[in-house]
């Protein structure tokens, strides 16, 4: 089955600067990654997906990278702001199946 | 739209019992997916059902089971029940069972003592 790694585990960013979080899948059969945003004690909200014939989308402040090759791909926040602090969880399944694989979260923080 | 939810939201049960969980779909929604979430594992996919049907199972013991009704909602159930079966338990709907949006419901957190 698939394996998705996410890292880092933990990231401290300053109020206003970048964050990026990487995860690769181990199944090139997968083509559909989204992220979710999981806030302490709330349920994982999507926050921004991609498919495979896709190698960038961004919403706003949010942007995600896809690297079929390298089986790799990245979330990226720009301008950072307190709210963004959550654990952020990448995941990946194939069209035509709803069983996602879960990278194991990044816990980021911002510092204001 | 109303969102997904689930009942209950939370849960103390002790070993050996059985338990079921309950969610409802987002109006419209279809097809419904079943996750773990503990501190250990992570997020780990238990089954999903589509018109009342399994479609997929994930690598869980068969004391773990589920199902469908007519109107989407989905139970699911848990026998005899172990200490490290303790977890929030989230449901996910979607449209379809195609790789699409899933979102999720707030989760029933259930205690095993």
């Known amino acids: 089955g698939e394996n998705v790694e996410q890292h880092p585990s933990t990231l401290s960013v300053q109020e206003g600067d970048s964050a990026v979080i990487k995860c690769t899948y181990s199944?090139?059969?997968?083509?559909?990654f989204p992220w979710y945003k999981q806030e302490l004690g709330k349920r994982p909200q999507l926050i921004i997906d991609i498919r495979s014939n896709v190698g960038e989308k961004k919403d706003q402040r949010i942007a995600v990278t896809l690297n079929k090759t390298a089986k790799h791909f990245s979330l990226h926040i720009t301008e950072t702001q307190p709210e963004d602090s959550a654990v952020y969880f990448c995941?990946?399944?194939?069209?035509?199946?709803?069983?996602?694989?879960f990278g194991t979260g990044t816990r980021l923080t911002v510092i204001p | 739209k109303a969102g997904v939810t689930q009942t209950p939201r939370y849960l103390i049960k002790t070993r050996g019992q059985q338990v079921t969980l309950s969610c409802s779909p987002i109006s419209g929604h279809r097809s419904v997916s079943w996750y773990q979430q503990t501190p250990g594992q992570g997020l780990q996919f238990l089954f999903e059902y589509f018109s009342e049907t399994q479609r997929n199972k994930g690598n869980f013991p068969g004391r773990f089971s589920g199902r469908q009704f007519s109107n989407s909602r989905s139970e699911m159930n848990v026998s005899t029940l172990e200490l490290g079966d303790s977890a929030l338990y989230l449901c996910?709907?979607?449209?379809?069972?195609?790789?699409?949006?899933?979102?999720f419901g707030p989760g029933t957190r259930l205690t095993v003592t």
């Open positions: 996910a709907s979607s449209l379809a069972p195609s790789g699409i949006e899933q979102y």
């Open positions: 995941a990946g399944t194939e069209t035509g199946a709803n069983n996602l694989f």
């Open positions: 199944d090139s059969a997968s083509n559909y």
